[in-house]
Nanobody, 125 residues
């Protein structure tokens, strides 16, 4: 499984960005997908997760810090996972990673076997 993340960049506080994660090399119907972020000096932090097979985002999980602002989704036809980030805050500044695992989405990064390369999001105040 290969994951290619993109869409990071610079945004102002209150603005929006959409991250994409293109997946290849597998059949993902039994996979869970997640987004995590990392800032220097901190542990990798859970952002959002959901099962690939979910028809809606009803089954999505979110970190409290992003709930109501971020939305995880996927496009089966494009084999792509998205993270829509609205109402961005400076504390959202981080390198964002997408990840896949066999099974459901989960907030524990150690459960994920496949990782994208990361995309930097910088939010200015």
């Amino acid at each position: 499984v290969q994951l290619q993340a993109s869409g990071g960049g610079l945004a102002q506080a209150g603005g929006s960005l959409r991250l994409s994660c293109a997946a290849s090399g597998g059949i993902f119907s039994s996979y869970g997908m997640g987004w995590f972020r990392h800032t220097p000096g901190k542990e990798r932090e859970f952002v959002a997760a959901m099962p690939w097979s979910a028809g809606t985002t009803y089954y999505a999980e979110y970190a409290d810090s992003v709930k109501g602002r971020f939305t995880i989704s996927r496009d089966i036809g494009k084999n792509t996972v998205y993270l829509q980030m609205n109402s961005l805050k400076p504390e959202d500044t981080a390198v964002y990673y997408c990840a896949f695992r066999r099974g459901y989405g989960a907030p524990d990064p150690s459960l994920y076997s496949y990782w994208g390369q990361g995309t930097l999001v910088t939010v200015s105040s």
